[in-house]
């Protein structure tokens, strides 16, 4: 499953950062996540609840923000956030401006990262 992976990617940046500033307690993580990266947002919040069980950093509260997938037109060059019909962002969508429906770059959705944490 690629999102324990994830999640213990995201704890290992999360402990580094606290025990950087002598902190020993996590309250909360908020993480961003972009519309391309085919993140299950349940799956990463079942598998952080896996992995914190019975450390210290169990308790501590996900939070879980996805980013827009955003595509330039390499048409017209226009900025747009395309989505389908069920609501998921998608990267083959015609350009709002010229139609144009192939050719756009990809600007933005595929970034995960940690926003902040919360600890004490
Ligand atoms: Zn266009």
Same mark, same amino acid.
């Given at each position: 499953? /690629? ?8 704890? #290992? ?20 996540? $972009? ?7 349940? %799956?990463?919040?079942?598998? +952080?609840? %896996? ?13 879980? !923000? ?13 900025? +747009?956030?395309?989505? #389908? ?6 990267? +083959? ?5 010229? $139609?144009? !429906?192939?050719? /756009? %770059?990809? %600007? $933005? $959705?595929?970034?995960? +990262? ?7």
């Amino acid at each position: 499953m /690629h999102e324990l992976s994830i999640v213990q990617s995201l704890l #290992d940046l999360a402990a580094k950062e606290m025990a950087a500033n002598g902190l020993a307690k996590l309250l909360r993580i908020k993480v961003k996540y $972009g519309g391309l990266t085919a993140i299950a947002p349940d %799956a990463l919040e079942m598998g +952080f609840t %896996a992995l914190t069980a019975g450390t210290p950093l169990a308790g501590a509260v996900l939070e879980l !923000e996805e980013t827009p997938v955003i595509l330039r037109c390499g048409k017209c060059g226009l900025e +747009f956030s395309p989505k #389908d019909a069920s609501g998921r962002y998608g990267v +083959f969508a015609p350009c709002p401006a010229c $139609g144009e !429906e192939i050719g /756009h %770059a990809v %600007a $933005g $959705g595929k970034e995960l +990262f940690i926003e902040y944490i919360e600890a004490e």
